[in-house]
């Protein structure tokens, strides 16, 4: 049962993720080159003792990539091991889901998009519901590379 999500932004549409998927939000001039495109092969950064693999969601959900700006944000997360970040344009708002009227439910056609197949609607407002387990059995975090299954 999702508890919080963060809501944010990705060329000019709005998603939203489970926090708990993603608990750390940091920003990401403070962690990645300054002339970083995320075409370039850096792929990984450092975060304490701990090596974050990148994953690309401009790729992964076929859309167009943004400039590095000081909005932007590295949502990151750890599975089975293995630390991984999400580069977003912007955090809209963390939202706490007790006691807000909520409802996920299947979109027929996922609007569209990879890893959006649920739609969350919060008091009203829908949010396309990533699915970073999805994502995260299509890549293999394995020698600082991110290898996508074909």
Not at 15 to 44: G, R, T, Y
């Amino acid at each position: 049962m999702i508890k919080n999500i963060i809501t944010f932004k990705l060329s000019d549409q709005i998603f939203a993720v489970d926090m708990e998927s993603v608990p750390l939000i940091l920003k990401a001039k403070d962690f990645l080159p300054s002339n970083f495109f995320l075409e370039d092969d850096f792929n990984a950064f450092k975060y304490g003792t701990s090596e974050v693999q990148l994953l690309n969601l401009y790729e992964l959900l076929d859309l167009v990539p943004k400039e590095i700006v000081k909005e932007s944000r590295i949502l990151v997360g750890e599975k089975e091991g293995f630390s991984y970040g999400i580069i977003v344009d912007e955090v809209v708002e963390i939202i706490n889901l007790n006691g807000n009227s909520k409802h996920i439910y299947t979109s027929a056609h996922g609007k569209g998009i990879p890893f959006c197949d649920n739609i969350l609607e919060i008091e009203g407002n829908e949010y396309l519901l990533l699915d970073i387990d999805n994502i995260l059995k299509t890549v293999n975090l394995k020698n600082n590379k991110i290898i996508v299954h074909e």
